[in-house]
């Protein structure tokens, strides 16, 4: 009988996964960063004042909050760009959606710009 497949101490899969497990791995990889890059991005964008990233906001009535908003982004995305806080990243990139969707129902906003 074969041992159970288990992570070692700094994350790395072992020599017992096999290529479908190695392939999801890096899916799974290869998503976060996708993820990460995106709220990255969209918090910059704010604090750099672009006015694609900035209009919607002021037009919801977050005028004077824009600056939180862009270090919620950020401080979300660094947490979930790191194995060891990416579950509480995970948890605040939840909440942020969350809120984001929240918003645009309340002001029956187009969600697809």
Same mark, same amino acid.
């Given at each position: ?12 899969? %072992? &020599? *017992?996964?096999? !290529? &479908?497990?190695?392939? &999801? ?6 998503? /976060? ?5 995106? =709220?990255? /991005?969209?918090? /910059?964008?704010? *604090?750099? %004042?672009?006015? $694609? ?12 909050? =824009?600056?939180? =908003? $862009?270090? /919620? ?5 660094? $947490?979930?760009?790191?194995? !060891?806080?990416? &579950? ?11 809120? $984001? ?13």
């Amino acid at each position: 009988m074969r041992p159970a497949r288990t992570d070692t101490v700094n994350g790395e899969w %072992d &020599r *017992l996964a096999t !290529p &479908r497990d190695r392939v &999801r791995r890096l899916g799974g990889k290869v998503l /976060i960063g996708l993820g990460t890059a995106v =709220i990255l /991005i969209s918090g /910059i964008a704010k *604090l750099a %004042d672009v006015r $694609a990233a900035v209009a919607p906001l002021e037009a919801a009535g977050f005028a004077g909050r =824009i600056g939180l =908003i $862009a270090g /919620i982004e950020l401080v979300s995305a660094v $947490a979930f760009a790191f194995p !060891p806080s990416r &579950r509480l990243g995970l948890l605040l990139v939840t909440g942020l959606l969350g809120g $984001a969707v929240a918003t645009h129902m309340q002001h029956m906003m187009n969600p697809a710009p």
